[in-house]
Every structure is written in C-alpha cells, then in structure tokens.
C-alpha cells in the first residue's frame, strides 16, 4: 500500500503552505497511479527544496515504479539520510524491501515507522502481513489490536484478531474475539459465504478447544437457519464432533456422508474409529467386524466401488479370496488399466500376492483354453478379459522383478492387440528396471508414435530419453508441448515450474559427467520452491478479506512443511553430494574451466541474452503501445550471465553452499536417511564433528544396518581419533558419548568390519560398504578387489546400482579387475545394456535416438482386438 498523507509531521512543516500542499497532491498522485504527474510534482518541490527527505523518497518510489529502479532507490536512501525521524521515509523504504524480497528487513523498516506514527493504519496493516508471512505471532497479535481499536467497524479486522490469537496458540482469546464480534451483527445477507465461513471457523476453534457441545449447538443452530450454506461441511463437523462426544449418534452422521459420498475411503475409516477400530492397525480381534461392516455397506450398492476396494485391505485367507475375485473380475471386465496400481499396495502380505497371480493366471489359461474347448475353469472370457489379464501379469511379474516373465506376457498381450500404448509403456517401464535404458526409451517413443496426441506419453517418452542420457533428444520431445517462441524447451518447462523435469534433467546432467549444468537444475528447483513461498503473501490479506479462513490455515501448515517435498530433498541432496565432490576434487570444476568451455559458454550466454533482451524489448514495446508505465516495486528478472554453472561449480566455498541448501531441509526430514547421510558427507569436512554424529545417530534410529551408515560410522572414528586436539565443551562430552553409543571404544574398526560382514554377507550392498572400510583402514587392493568380486555370488542380492558402484569404485582405486567385473554383471544381468562395452553401447544408443517417423504407405493398419 502507499505511504498514506501525514501534513501535521515535523517534516512537511517545514515546507511552505504551498509546497505542504504540492506534496499532499504528490502522495494522490502516487496512490492513483498517476506516476508521470507524480514525477513532475516531486520535481517542482525539489527545484525549492533539493533535500527535502519525504519528497526525495517518494520521487525514488515513483521512478522504481517506472523501471529506473538504480536511480530511484538511490534517491530512497538519499531521502532517508536528509529525514531519519519520518515515518513516510521508512514506510517507502519497507515497500522497496518488500518489493525486493528481504521481508526481515522490511519488517524492520515498518517498525521503525511506527516509532514515529504509531497509528498509522497503512503501515500497522503491512507490518501485520509481513509477521503472519515470517510467522512472527506475539508480534502479530499486538498489530492486529491495535488495528482493530483504530477500525472496530470493518468487519475483517475482527477476523484477523481471532486469526491471530488462533495462529499464536491462544484458542480461548480467539473464541472471545469471534463471540464478540458475532455479538455486534445487526444484519447479515442470506446464504452468505463469507458469514458461512466464519460461522464454520467459530466452530472449528471450539473443537479444537474440546468444547463440542457448545461446538455441537452452534453448529445446529445455524445450520438450521441455513446460515452456513456449505452442507457437506456441516455433515462432516457434526460427525466429527459426534464421535470425539463418543454419542449414539456420531454412526448415523458417517453413514450420512458415505451415502452422500460413497466412494470416499475417509468416511469409512472415520466411520470404523467411531467403532472403536482403527482401519491402518486392524488386529485380530476386530478383523472380522471391520471386515462384516464393509460388507454391510458393499452390500448397500454393488456398484460402489470404496468398500470393495477396502475389504480387500483388511480381509485375509477366504474372505480375501472371495472379495478380490469379485473386485478382479469386474476391474478385468471393465478393462481398467490401473488395476494393478491399485492392488500393488496389498503386495506387502505374499498371501493376497499369491492369490492375485494366481487367479489373474487362472484368466489368462482360461481363455487360451477356451479358444480350444468350452470347458475351461473360467468361461465365458472375451478377448478384452484376456488382453488386460496379461497387462496386470505383466506389471506383476515387472514388481517382483521377475523380468522373463513380464516380457513373455507383453510380448503375448502386444501381438494380441499391438495398437494399445499402455502395453508399449509398460514395456519401457519393465526394460528400466532391468537395466536397458536405451530399449526403455526406444520402446517408449513406440508408444507415443500411437498417439501423438497425448501429452502424458509424449512427457513419459521425454523423461526416458533423459534416463538414458539422451538430453537433445528428450528437449525434442518436450518441445512438442511447450511454447515455440520460448528459448529452449526446458526453459519454457522451468518457467512452468515443472520440477519434475528439471530434477530429470539434471540427473541426466549428473550422469553424462556435466556436475555444473546439474547444480543449475538443482539450484533451479530450490527457486520454484522459493516461489512457493513468495506465492503465499499476497493469501495473507486476501483470505482475511473473503474469509475463507479454513482454507488459509490447511494453506499455512502446507507452506511450513512445504520444503519437506521430495523434489526439495532431492534436489538439495543431489546438490550436496556434488559440492562435497568439488571440495574432494577441485580439479572437477578446473577442468570445466578451460578455455573451450569457457568460450562455449559465453557464446551461449550471448545468444541467450540477445534473444531475451529481443523478447524484452517486444514486451516493453507492447507495454508502451497500451499505455502501461507502471512496473510494480519487484526487480526485474537479472539475466543470467552463467548458463552452463561453470561459475557456479567453481565457487570457492562448495561446503558452506552445501550446509544452506541442506539447512532447509533438516528440521523437516529428521529421519530421511539420505539427508542424514549428505548432513554427515558436509559436516564432517566442515569439522563440524557435532553435527555429523546427530546425523548419524538419526539415521541409526531409522535403520541401524544399513551399509551406508556402517562406512560413515568408521569414518566418524577414524576422523575424531586423529584429532590432535580435545573438542571444547559442552560439544566434546556430547560426541565422545553418542559416538561410544554407536561405536563402543572398546571395538576396534577392524572387528567392527567384519561383524558386519559376517551379518550381512549375502548383500551386495553391505559387501561393498565393507570394502570401501578396508580399503579406508590401508587394506591391500587384493583383498578389496577379492572381497567384491564375492558379491557375484549366485545366492547374494546384487542390484545394478550396486554393480555400477562396485565398477566406479575398482575404477578410483585403479584396479586391473574393472573389466573382469563388467563381463560379470553382464552376464548375470541378462536384459541389463549398462554393463556392455562401449561399442555396443554406441550402437545401442544409435537405435535409440532413431525416431524417424515411417511413411504413410509403410504404417500397418491394425485393427484393435477386443
């Protein structure tokens, strides 16, 4: 908002009558956005009064609105040098602030303000947008009486005082506020929203505060009255407050939402609470009721779908095998592709997995077997039943990485209906994780040569493109579906805040060997996420005036957690783990500085900058063409004068880059094992020794034997035992007992290894983590490489990430077996191309980005079956 006029401050007294007046119409000007009149005003007062502080800073408000930002906020802090005791002066500097982001400081520049008008309502009413935005609630509460004193008549003042006190933790002072103003009412409109809104909030505080029967009467009564309007929300507050009453007839009130809403599995699990059962820890004792009552209701309507589904949950041996061959045999009619994701999660119990393959088998050999003679287990199966029986084996048998098998299935279910995209995705899907990247992405542009059309095959084709490294490639794809005009197709794709994209990109980055374009993506994410942030403010003042009050709560405690996204962590441990790689090896961001890159690189910056600085000018032209001077107070977007990272990568502090990114995660993902591990990786070489045994100690809460913890645990010792110094107290007490609690002292590091080898020595994993030890404590190469070749054992788990970890790692010890262990896991790995050489995999690559389209005259035209 606009500095509002003060004419009686010590400051405008100073000017004559005439030029107090000429800035009171400088102050209108501004407000009306008529910022060239504006200008000229501010100009005529300085010609009198060149160092008049308040004219000084609204001429350098009006010029940043205009675009000439440098000028104009040196003309602010010329302003506020020439008149620290104004308030004006410091409320434009805040809007500067606030326009640039630092919200901290803007806060501080409205405090100082009010030091100097106390009742301003502009400045109170920022300031208290800026506490909610920093979540600065003492603060806040004060703001908002103080506003309401000053207004008691608008009617969202009352509101944000409630607000408040509720954000702060003082229910009972925002119950008092909202029975208050509820008092004041004289008149209010019928079916009114924003009434119905506040009306339900009031309710809600009372819940939260344990007051259901007052909650309870209030509810009726307005109910009756039609006064809250929203009558699914009325229904769902009666029965919540029912049930935390534990009344007779909080079971009627759910039964009314699930008739209402039949295929919300909430309703049904609340419905199951107020039984006393608890739907996500069902026990043997209470099995067979949850599963009789989803009977009852299954039984109600056999076309809904949620209690069927649910049953399938809770129900175990004949009641499992009766219901899922009801719900499998519809969902296979039906043609339902999802089928299987929705099953995949009963797959954690072998028995429901069993019973599923097996009656999906059972269709499958049934209609083979009816083909040939009507008497089969299974009759009357049409071609559709066996097209999709096989679509469900196929990603069945892909789960359990049973990979010949899901092949043999796609393979049957694409000869019977070779026109059907969904069985060229799931053999993509099936050759990633078995390890073909190429083929995967190879078979997924099959698919979308099916439908060119649709957006989501097209996108999947782009991402397996990536996956396989081929990046120039999957930009083609993507470029299908996004602006023409835009810069490249992931530039258009970033400006969408498409994270998963740019997180896929820069994986691919990572992968192809270019860490300084992959920190880009990354660092690009943690913009996005930011934005998410910024976005909130302008929901401050917006959701106080339309009363939506419910909603912005579920919208705060979204945003406080926001950050424990895993395309957040993803992004700010894929990043982590890069800088530590620089610390480890600064060569990696030397290398990437040679002249020819450096050359390229600016070669691209220019291009990008002249086709942006094209782009600006036509939007500047068209800005002009309709009149509109105004720019707003946000900084304009800076070009970006390093597209490649290469300055990026090289900065000189990676460890303390590293520590902020993986600060703002931390506080939410404390069991995070990968968080854990990158928190560790960067506080260890801070030698911040503290930090890096919490981190440790959070991950052995989580999972004590995981080989990733067991190589750290040892480098902890190692490291703190070749200090040659004590560490300072408290913090040396601190880390000598949690790491004895980890690592007794009495166990040496060597003994330590080799329990952990004779406990998992079965895991490809863990034989690795065991190498990499002996090899950190001076072990022999030989006995590391003999060690790791025993992880090609037929009877141990060895995953291809694993396999490629074990190569990179006999590649840095410069290991003449590196080759030998390739052959292996090519062998072992039998639909795996990651494991073949070179030359193969030129070739492999070559019919992978072969995409041309066939002519007309060469598609064959087939005809769906079924």
């Given at each position: 908002m606009p500095p509002a006029a003060a004419p009686t401050t010590p400051q405008n007294r100073v000017l004559p009558a005439k030029d107090r007046k000429a800035f009171t119409e400088l102050l209108s000007q501004y407000e009306s956005r008529q910022l060239t009149?504006?200008?000229k005003?501010?100009?005529?007062i300085l010609k009198k009064f060149p160092n008049h502080g308040e004219t000084l800073c609204m001429k350098g408000l009006i010029l940043?609105?205009?675009g000439m930002r440098e000028e104009g906020v040196e003309l602010v802090k010329k302003g506020m040098k020439s008149d620290l005791t104004s308030h004006i002066c410091w409320h434009v500097f805040a809007l500067i602030q606030k326009g640039e982001h630092n919200y901290e400081e803007a806060l501080k520049s409205y405090t100082q303000a009010l030091r100097f008008d106390k009742d301003n309502a502009n400045i109170l009413r920022d300031a208290a947008l800026l506490q909610t935005h920093l979540r600065y609630f003492d603060a806040l509460v004060e703001s908002r009486i103080a506003i309401l004193k000053q207004r008691p008549h608008v009617r969202h003042n009352w509101v944000a005082l409630a607000v408040a006190y509720q954000l702060n933790g003082d229910l009972a002072e925002a119950k008092k506020v909202l029975e208050g103003y509820e008092r004041c009412l004289k008149y209010v409109p019928e079916h009114d929203f924003e009434h119905s809104e506040l009306l339900l909030y009031h309710i809600r505080i009372l819940e939260a505060l344990g007051e259901y029967s007052e909650a309870l009467s209030m509810l009726n009564t307005h109910s009756k009255s039609r006064s809250i309007v929203d009558r699914v929300g009325v229904m769902e507050y009666r029965a919540r407050i029912l049930?935390?009453?534990k009344s007779d007839e909080a079971a009627n009130a759910w039964k009314d939402l699930i008739a209402h809403n039949p295929d919300c599995y909430s309703y049904y699990k609340s419905y199951l609470a107020n039984q006393g059962i608890d739907f996500d820890h069902i026990t043997d004792e209470n099995r067979k009721q949850a599963v009789d009552t989803m009977k009852q209701f299954r039984d109600q309507d056999s076309q809904v779908t949620a209690p069927r589904r649910l049953i399938l949950t809770i129900a175990t041996g004949h009641d499992f095998k009766e219901s899922?061959?009801?719900?499998?045999?519809?969902?296979?009619?039906?043609?339902?592709?999802?089928?299987?994701?929705?099953?995949?999660?009963?797959?954690?119990?072998?028995?429901?997995?069993?019973?599923l393959e097996e009656y999906l088998e059972d269709i499958r050999d049934g209609y083979i077997a009816q083909q040939k003679q009507p008497s089969s287990k299974i009759t009357d199966l049409s071609p559709a039943n066996y097209l999709w029986a096989l679509y469900y084996l196929a990603q069945h048998f892909s789960y359990l990485a049973q990979y010949d098998k899901a092949l043999e299935a796609l393979d049957a279910a694409i000869k019977h209906t070779p026109t059907l995209p969904e069985l060229y995705m799931c053999k993509a899907r099936l050759l990633k994780r078995a390890g073909d990247l190429y083929g995967a992405a190879r078979v997924m542009h099959e698919a979308r040569k099916l439908d060119g059309q649709d957006r989501f095959i097209n996108t999947k084709c782009g991402k397996y493109r990536l996956r396989a490294g081929l990046i120039e490639e999957a930009s083609e794809a993507f470029g299908r579906f996004t602006k023409k005009d835009a810069v490249s197709p992931m530039a258009d794709l970033e400006d969408m805040q498409s994270w998963h994209h740019i997180l896929e990109e820069g994986d691919a980055h990572q992968r192809n060997g270019k860490p300084n374009i992959a920190l880009k993506r990354y660092y690009a994410v943690e913009k996005m996420f930011d934005q998410y942030d910024e976005d909130q403010y302008d929901f401050h003042g917006y959701s106080l005036r339309k009363t939506t009050l419910n909603s912005y709560n579920d919208l705060l405690k979204w945003e406080d957690s926001v950050r424990s996204h895993r395309a957040f962590i993803h992004a700010a441990v894929s990043a982590a783990r890069i800088w530590v790689a620089v610390h480890d090896d600064p060569s990696i961001a030397a290398t990437l500085q040679d002249e020819a890159s450096a050359a390229e690189a600016d070669k691209k910056a220019k291009k990008k900058a002249k086709k942006a600085a094209l782009k600006d000018k036509e939007e500047d032209s068209k800005k002009g063409s309709s009149g509109l001077e105004d720019k707003g107070l946000e900084p304009p977007t800076p070009k970006d004068d390093d597209p490649e990272g290469i300055k990026l990568l090289a900065s000189s502090d990676p460890l303390e880059r590293a520590a902020k990114f993986l600060r703002r995660i931390a506080e939410h993902t404390p069991r995070n094992l990968d968080v854990c591990f990158a928190d560790f990786d960067v506080a260890i070489r801070r030698k911040k020794y503290l930090q890096a045994v919490q981190a440790l100690a959070r991950a052995r809460a989580v999972d004590p034997a995981h080989p990733e913890l067991h190589v750290r645990i040892v480098d902890l010792r190692k490291t703190v035992s070749s200090l040659s110094g004590s560490i300072p107290e408290p913090s040396g007490s601190v880390l000598t007992g949690t790491l004895?609690?980890?690592l007794p002292e009495e166990v040496s590091l060597e003994t330590y290894n080799s329990q952990y080898l004779q406990q998992h020595s079965q895991s490809g994993a863990a034989i690795f983590a065991v190498a990499r030890v002996y090899r950190r404590l001076g072990s022999p190469r030989e006995e590391v490489e003999s060690l790791l070749f025993t992880a090609l054992g037929d009877q141990n788990e060895l995953s291809i990430k694993t396999a490629l970890e074990i190569i990179s790692f006999l590649r840095d010890i410069k290991s003449p077996r590196v080759e030998e262990f390739r052959v292996a896991c090519d062998t072992r790995f039998t639909l795996s191309t990651v494991f073949k050489n070179p030359e193969d995999l030129l070739v492999l690559r070559q019919l992978a980005i072969n995409t041309e389209e066939p002519a007309d005259s060469e598609k064959a035209d087939v005809e769906v079956v079924g």
């Open positions: 009149k504006g200008r005003t501010a100009d005529q940043v609105h205009l049930s935390a009453q899922a061959l009801s719900y499998v045999t519809t969902a296979v009619a039906k043609g339902i592709p999802s089928l299987f994701s929705d099953m995949k999660s009963l797959y954690g119990d072998p028995f429901k997995q069993q019973v004895a609690d980890i």
